[in-house]
């Protein structure tokens, strides 16, 4: 069955870096886009970066472009997402997402937490 696991989130200090993992299971990874969504207490799920599936495009949120990185190494299985310049507003949990045949499939997510 399909399977994403999310790693690397943790406590990073305002204006750090850090770089999220999903490692992908039960489908073809190199045949679909993925993405990244985010989640913080009390607001709605904003998505915040999705990569085609060969990684020729990559779309970012506003609220993220120029700070975040979305790649992809389909070898590995994995999806990446690098963030640096990290402020405060950025704590939220983060999900990776992939839709197959109409059904969004999510991992159980990582927790980021940017203190000042």
């Known amino acids: 069955q399909v399977q994403l696991v999310e790693s690397g989130g943790g406590l990073v200090q305002l204006g750090g870096s850090v770089r999220l993992s999903c490692a992908a299971s039960?489908?073809?990874?190199?045949?679909?886009?993925m993405s990244w969504y985010r989640q913080a207490p009390g607001k709605e799920r904003e998505l915040v970066a999705s990569?085609?599936?060969?990684?020729?495009?990559?779309k970012y949120s506003d609220s993220v472009k120029g700070r975040f990185t979305i790649s992809r190494d389909n070898a590995k299985n994995t999806v990446y997402l690098q963030m640096n310049s990290l402020k405060p507003e950025d704590t939220a949990v983060y999900c990776c997402n992939v839709r197959i045949s109409y059904n969004d499939y999510w991992g159980q997510g990582t927790q980021v937490t940017v203190s000042s």
């Open positions: 990569i085609s599936n060969l990684g020729y495009t990559r």
């Open positions: 039960g489908f073809s990874l190199r045949t679909y886009g």
